[in-house]
């Protein structure tokens, strides 16, 4: 049986829940997939970095609630989140990236998923802001490495859409998608429908994982707006900039509108979407709608979201599962690891190792 060693960069809600998954669920995943993972190293703004090439005991750091962990004190540990030379330097063979989205300009992550692919090692990621920004260039280096760059999760959290969309769609012309894409600002519609204020309803999403780090981007639309440019340029062909996208989020919309417009069967949502024209231009936009209580979308509760994509052959097919959440997202990333396993495990020069390996501390 073969094993891959991870390096996580970033130990906030989603790769913590990676983390648990392998801790509690490890065994009965190498039976099923026929590999093992072993994290190998860990780094974090907040608690510092941590190697340890054997593999590091992950139950320890996992009992320690994730405000109160420092890497300071274990051996191969540091203060310092040391990215750059555990990204390089340690022998992980898949990086996985879930640090802050940056909608602005994608860093440090674009940084993080570059180095890693310049040092030969495969990426995978939750992070928006290297997908939407820089997904093109990041894949071409990916080709000429000889390794993947998997992002299932930046897109409808575990909800596998891209690879839906890359894999069963095939044979059909794509004209445009759709769709309810951030999980938060749909829990707080729900939520204000329900007469909770603003306030509340943002840190009910933050405590429930759903929301950003900077909850704005949840907000202001601007996470649907990197999430509509990566659906338009995996599915559509496009190769949208941010200042393409119109952007308006719900930040102007008040409690009072949202309970009004449910007292007249509306219901608002946030939605993104992109159409293709003949001619190939794709248009792309963000922006809340009060949807009448037919309308596919309008049933969409919570931090579920769901997206329909209008086609040649099959007319519309709309896609609907959880859109946010910690579990659900390190899911997207297990989902990741599998692709990559597939895809290069008959590769005699991949990098999946025997588990007996014999591997030295750096
Ligand atoms: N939580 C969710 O439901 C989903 C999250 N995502 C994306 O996944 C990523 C991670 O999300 P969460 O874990 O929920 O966020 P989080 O805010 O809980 O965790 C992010 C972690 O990254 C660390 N970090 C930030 N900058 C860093 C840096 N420069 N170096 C090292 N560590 C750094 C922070 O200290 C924090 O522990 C984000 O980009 C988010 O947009 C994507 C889909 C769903
Ligand atoms: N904050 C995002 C998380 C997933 O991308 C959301 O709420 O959808």
Redesign the pocket.
Known sequence: MGRYDLAL???????RALAELISQSGERLAKELGFALRVVAI????AGSLVDTDGIDLAPLLAAGPGKLSFAGPAGGSAD?R?EWVIREVPADIVVE????NPTDGE??LSHVRWALESGKHVCT????PVALAGRALKQLAAERGVSFEFE??VL?GTPILRTAERMFAGLEITGVQGIMN?TSNYILGRLEEGVGLPAAIAEAQEL??A??DPTADIEGH?VQLKVMILANEVLGADLRREDVFCEGISAITPDEVRDAASKGLRWKLVGSATRHEDGSVDARVAPLALPAQHPLAGISGPVNAVAFHTDLLGTVTVCGPG???I??AY?LLSDIIAIHRRHAADDTAPTRPVLQETHRV
């Open positions: 960069i970033g130990f906030g809600g989603v790769n780094t974090d703004l907040r989140p990215n879930a640090t802050f989205t440090p992550a939750t992070n928006k802001g999760g930046s959290s999980g994982g759903f950003e780090a996470d946010a959440g910690r659900e997202t997207a």
